[in-house]
Every structure is written in C-alpha cells, then in structure tokens.
C-alpha cells in the first residue's frame, strides 16, 4: 500500500471514531483535496479490500482495512509520544514528523520504539532537560565537524 493510500485509510478510521459514518465528503474536507480525488482513492482502497465502496453510500471498512487502519493509528501514536515527549517536540511538529515516518518505519521498530517510551514514562529516566545535560563524550571532535557554523575553519585531523 502507498502512503497515499495509507494517509486515506487513516483518515477513514479517524473519520468513523469522530462521526460514526463515513462520507466522501467527510474525507475531502479531512485530507483537503476534491471529492473526484477522494473517488479516485477510494477506488483503489476498495480494490484492496480495505473499503466497502458504492458511490452515493457511506464507506465502510472491512475487517481487513480496520486492522491496516489500527497498525497505522499504533505507529503513529508511537513516534508522535517519541517525538513529543521524548524527544519535547512540539505537538504540531511531532504530529508532523510522525505522520511523514509513519510510512517508512517496520512494525518491529515499532513496537521496539514503543517499549523504549514506555520504559521512559514508566521509569522517568529522561529528565526533562536532557537536551542541556547532554554533552557528546568521546565524538565531540566528530560531532563539531558535522555541525560546524558556516565560515569557522575545519578541525584539523587527527
């Protein structure tokens, strides 16, 4: 499935735990595109066996389309909660990265990333200052070549 489709299948799960029923019209406003367009997806996702699609009829998801949706809420809550509350993105920027790596990123990863946030917010082992606390040992010479400002001379190697 591609992203675009998964974007789609999500939007029709948050569409149906918002409002009950799922409309066309629903997921064009959700995803800001034209109703022809939304068809067109809808189409595709109906192909699949992720929809039920007859046109001038609410969607509905088959238990197919309700477990792919469920897999995709899970991996974004996931790297929205890392992003976040980890990592102390913003919201609106953690919902943003979460939605464009939703995509990429395997299931075990997943569920790897999910038990590491969860032993964070369990064990409260990350300070909320981490980011001043955190002082790269070892790689510092490394790290400064990386991100060195604009017009300062390179290190000299080792």
């Known amino acids: 499935m591609s992203a675009t489709q998964e974007d789609y299948l999500a939007a029709i799960f948050r569409i149906e735990q918002q409002h009950g029923v799922i409309r066309a019209n629903l997921i064009a406003s959700e995803m800001g595109v034209t109703r022809p367009t939304v068809t067109t997806a809808l189409k595709h996702l109906s192909a699949l066996n992720l929809i039920i699609y007859q046109p001038y ?3 509905k998801l088959t238990d ?19 992003f976040r509350d980890t990592l ?3 919201a609106k920027q953690a919902s943003e990265i979460a939605c464009k790596m939703e995509h990429a ?7 790897q990333l999910g038990k590491l946030v969860l ?4 064990s409260g082992c990350v300070p909320d200052n981490w980011e001043e606390l955190y002082v790269p040992h ?7 070549i990386l991100f060195r400002e ?8 080792i």
């Open 150 to 157: 604009e017009g300062k001379k390179q290190p000299k190697k």
């Open 64 to 82: 197919k389309g309700r477990k792919q949706a469920l897999a995709i809420a899970h991996r974004n809550s996931i790297l929205f909660l890392f």
């Open 105 to 111: 990123i395997d299931d075990e990863v997943v569920v």
């Open 57 to 59: 009829q609410s969607i």
């Open 138 to 144: 070892e790689k510092k010479q490394y790290v400064d």
């Open 119 to 122: 032993y964070f917010e369990q």
């Open 88 to 90: 102390k993105f913003s």
